[in-house]
C-alpha cells in the first residue's frame, strides 16, 4: 500500500500564491504517475495536473501558465506551485499516487478570497 501525506493548504487571496506538497511512501515503483485533484463544493472532483515519473507533465485547461507541477523522486514528493490565484480555484486539493494501484491523500483544503 501506499500513504500519501499533504500539506500547504490554507487561505489566500486573489492573485496570492500557493505551494502544495504530497509525500508518498509505503510500496511505491518506480513507474507512477502523481497527480493533484480538486473537489470544490457541489461539483465532481477534476484533475488538476498530473506528472509522470519521466517528468512528463499535463494541466486542466483552467490552470495552465498559472499552476506548476513538479517532483521529487528521491523523496517522492510531488508538488503544485499555484500562482495568480482565483476564486473559482477554491476546493480540497487531493493527491494521487497512480501506480498498480491508485491511492488518494486526506485532502487539503485551498480558499481563495478577499
Known amino acids: 500500500q501506499v500513504q500519501l501525506a499533504e500539506s500547504g493548504g490554507g487561505l489566500v487571496q486573489p492573485g496570492g500564491s500557493l505551494r502544495l506538497s504530497c509525500a508518498a511512501s509505503?510500496?511505491?515503483?518506480?513507474?507512477?504517475?502523481m497527480a493533484w485533484y480538486r473537489q470544490a463544493p457541489g461539483k465532481q472532483r477534476a484533475l488538476v495536473a498530473g506528472?509522470?515519473?519521466?517528468?512528463?507533465?499535463n494541466y486542466a485547461d483552467s490552470v495552465k501558465g498559472r499552476f506548476t507541477i513538479s517532483r521529487d523522486n528521491a523523496k517522492n514528493t510531488v508538488y503544485l506551485q499555484m500562482n495568480s490565484l482565483k476564486p473559482e480555484d477554491t476546493a480540497v486539493y487531493y493527491c494521487?499516487?497512480?501506480?498498480?494501484?491508485?491511492?488518494w491523500g486526506q485532502g487539503t483544503q485551498v480558499t481563495v478570497s478577499s
Open positions: 494521487a499516487y497512480i501506480g498498480v494501484r491508485t491511492a
Open positions: 509505503g510500496n511505491i515503483f518506480s513507474t507512477n504517475i
Open positions: 506528472i509522470s515519473s519521466g517528468g512528463n507533465a
